[in-house]
């Protein structure tokens, strides 16, 4: 329990020279996480603790943000033992690991009992130091009444809080704690591993650029949270010199959206808006690697520019129809409500709580997961207008009607097939047909018939060809097939069994009638020792199918050279 110090011990410490709200502790059990202290700021940073406690400090609560003008701060705390009992308490200080020092001053009245410094730079191997946590270990006897001193030595943001607990509360705070900051670093881990394999499979720069992006902030969260403390014990200015993640992290946002939204090509007012971005980040990103401490002074402000300039620029995008902006701005809205919050905080411009604090974790997790799925939906559209495009070549290819290829792509199809069989040494042959009387059926029966006779007809090619054949309407009722690896008697029991297919058919038609027709057939094979073309080929099978509509129609006839043409005589298979 918190309660303002009583009269008596009040005059205890404004005699001691400490006149300040106080906690008073009046149970053995202490679970403090919210109690009045005082701060002072040390703008020399060099005030020895003889002359700090003697100055004014001013009222706060355990939890506060000071901004980057309070790099060396005091922290003052006023404790009284009303419990009745010898008190065993733990002062915690959770972010210690983003320090560059840390001490604690123990006064019993004017006497100063202990002193403590815990340098984050030597603390890997600190009893006062626990999985990025500064705890400083303490004795409170009954009825008495003594003052805390912490002095908290900053590289650039100063913001922390303190806990005073007892001993159990204090081991199951050590062991519980980092659980949300780990979740956020899983969520992130995995969204890089997936778009690592997907640049692989892809090589999209989108990809590779949102998986750097997502590193940096990951980098960025486990270090500011103290995730790297926990896991790996390390503190001090070599890990604090990652940092460069803040502004890497924007970097990569940047040449993402560049990416994703083809600003180069499609969007070039957006793109240079971006570039300008660009430049001073970069600066930032050099001067870092020489004085990080001063690179990360415009950090903030430089973030806060960042967002103005890619919300113009999506909003602009948005206005402008690109599909993928509007979910980049949801995405983009939850980034810039955390991340302004914590700028604020940072700042020292707003109060210390879990949101503030943790404002660009949550900001960078929720912002990623949008991304990841403005990407899925790219690759989505990206597929579509491949389907697309896919239809419009078969289009190209293809009769509308019946859908077997059209009369030019058959040319291109049939240049290779001949070109292999020259190399290979294996035959090939063509049929030519067309429908006995079509014209009869288009007067008699309508043009809607004719269709659905030529329907019927490529239907049977189909069901009656192999997979290798290469089938096409020619145009008109002509259709052709080429048949590779096939010689020319093979061929012929091919086109004999097609025409009795199509002659043992029978189309239903309105009124219970029903409609039979016919085909003739030329059959030709082309001359490997010749080196003939596909077209030679092709007219001396034309040449054997008017022989077959002379004889009558509704047979097959085949070229078998020196412009002769057969009968055919064979067996339908």
Not at 257 to 285: N, S, V, W
Not at 464 to 492: H, K, T, W, Y
Not at 558 to 567: A, K, Q
Request: include cysteine.
């Amino acid at each position: 329990m918190v309660r303002q110090l009583s009269l008596i011990s009040l005059l205890l410490l404004c005699l001691g020279g400490h006149a300040s709200a106080a906690v008073v502790l009046d149970s053995p059990v202490v679970n403090l996480t919210d109690f009045p202290m005082a701060t002072f700021i040390d703008e020399t940073e060099t005030m020895a603790f003889e002359a700090v406690r003697s100055q004014a400090f001013t009222p706060s609560s355990n939890r506060v943000s000071l901004g980057t003008e309070a790099r060396t701060t005091w922290s003052r705390i006023g404790l009284v033992n009303h419990s009745g009992q010898d008190l065993e308490l733990f002062l915690h200080h959770p972010y210690a690991y983003h320090n560059r020092q840390v001490a604690f001053f123990l006064e019993d009245g004017d006497t100063l009992v202990e002193r403590k410094v815990l340098d984050l730079d030597q603390a890997s191997d600190s009893p006062l130091m626990y999985r990025g946590s500064a705890v400083y270990p303490f004795r409170l006897e009954a009825g008495q009444s003594r003052t805390l001193y912490v002095r908290s030595v900053s590289y650039s943001h100063q913001w922390f809080t303190l806990l005073l607990l007892d001993e159990d509360r204090s081991r199951r705070a050590l062991i519980g704690s980092h659980i949300d900051i780990a979740l956020l670093i899983g969520i992130l881990l995995a969204l890089i591993v997936y778009n690592f394999l997907l640049y692989l499979v892809s090589g999209m720069k989108e990809n590779i650029l949102y998986a750097f992006y997502l590193i940096s902030g990951a980098v960025w969260i486990a270090l500011s949270y103290g995730l790297l403390a926990q896991v790996f014990n390390v503190y001090g200015a070599g890990v604090f010199r990652l940092h460069l993640s803040l502004i890497t992290m924007p970097i990569f946002l940047i040449l993402f959206m560049m990416a994703i939204f083809e600003t180069r090509r499609d969007y070039p007012t957006e793109h240079r808006c971006l570039q300008l971005m660009l430049l001073p980040l970069l600066a930032d990103l050099v001067y870092g690697l020489f004085d990080i401490y001063g690179a990360l002074k415009p950090a903030s402000s430089l973030a806060a520019l960042m967002m103005v300039v890619t919300v113009s620029v999506s909003i602009s995008l948005y206005r402008k129809g690109n599909p993928l902006a509007k979910y980049f701005l949801i995405g983009h809205s939850c980034f810039l409500l955390f991340n302004g919050m914590a700028v604020l905080f940072y700042k020292g411009m707003i109060d210390f709580t879990y949101l503030a604090s943790h404002g660009v974790g949550i900001g960078i997790t929720l912002e990623a997961l949008m991304l990841a799925f403005i990407i899925a939906y790219r690759i989505r559209i990206l597929e579509d207008i491949k389907a697309s495009q896919a239809d419009l070549r078969l289009q190209a290819l293809t009769d509308p009607l019946t859908r077997l290829y059209n009369r030019r792509h058959f040319f291109t199809e049939a240049g290779n097939l001949a070109d292999i069989a020259r190399q290979q040494k294996t035959p090939l042959s063509a049929l030519i047909m067309d429908i006995d009387h079509f014209k009869a059926v288009n007067d008699s029966h309508g043009h809607a018939v004719g269709d659905r006779v030529l329907v019927e007809l490529a239907q049977v090619l189909r069901s009656g060809s192999r997979s290798s054949d290469l089938i096409a309407r020619f145009g008109g009722e002509e259709f052709v097939i080429l048949l590779p690896n096939c010689g020319q008697e093979q061929a012929a029991t091919v086109a004999e069994n097609i025409r009795q297919a199509v002659a043992d058919k029978a189309m239903d038609l309105d009124g219970g009638r029903q409609l039979h027709f016919t085909i003739s057939l030329g059959v030709a094979e082309l001359d490997l020792g010749a080196e003939e073309s596909v077209n030679v080929m092709l007219n001396r099978a034309d040449q054997a199918l008017y022989q077959a509509k002379r004889a009558g129609r509704n047979q097959v006839r085949v070229y078998t050279g020196n412009g002769d043409v057969e009968s055919y005589t064979g067996q339908q298979v």
